[in-house]
């Protein structure tokens, strides 16, 4: 069975992710979703937020799973059988950035990287930018799905801090 591991914070899930997710899940047997665990960096969602709203939006593909991971991914994929990492690419900086984590994965570990272009539609979709655009009011519909639009204005518009219950930041707001 070909596996391969679609990586992020996916904090929280786009549209765009979920294109690459269902193109990945057309060319390999089998993808696993995985959600990075990083107590360092801030996030609006806990990482069971954002394994919820993955595994409710990817519950149309059958050959598609969601996992969470710590520490480094080439780990993960070597413990999860899957010889590929795919991402999508949406701008000449992703690539730059890409690339270099491409090469440093395969020499950690005989895992391919295999990049998929974004398509033009979710080209300029980032989750950073969904954020901001709803914590000042705007309309992301159509960007993200919409179980992350309703949690998105929840969060963001009940917390101005936008940080994940429980975290540092969101504790300093009280
Ligand atoms: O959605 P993101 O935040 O751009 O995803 C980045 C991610 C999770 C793919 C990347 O940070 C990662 O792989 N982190 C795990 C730690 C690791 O393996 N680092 C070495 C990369 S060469």
Request: hydrophobic share 50%; net charge negative.
């Amino acid at each position: 069975m070909r596996r391969a591991v679609c990586p992020g914070s996916f904090d929280p899930v786009t549209n765009g992710h979920l294109d690459v997710i269902g193109r990945a899940a057309s060319l390999f047997d089998a993808v696993t979703v995985a959600v990075l665990v990083n107590e360092a960096k801030q996030t609006v969602f806990t990482i069971d937020e954002r394994i919820e709203m993955l595994t409710e939006a990817v519950a149309g593909w059958d050959n598609v799973e969601v996992a969470s991971f710590e520490g480094l991914l080439v780990d993960f994929c070597v413990a999860h059988q899957a010889a590929s990492i795919v991402k999508g690419v949406r701008v000449a900086a992703d690539f730059d950035y890409e690339v270099s984590m491409a090469h440093m994965n395969g020499r950690l570990a005989r895992v391919e990287t295999v990049f998929l272009p974004a398509r033009p539609e979710w080209a300029f979709v980032a989750s950073s930018l969904v954020k901001e655009v709803v914590r000042f009011g705007g309309d992301v519909a159509g960007l993200v799905p919409s179980n992350v639009l309703t949690r998105l204005q929840q969060r963001l518009t009940a917390d101005p801090t936008g940080a994940a219950p429980g975290s540092a930041r969101a504790e300093q707001h009280r």
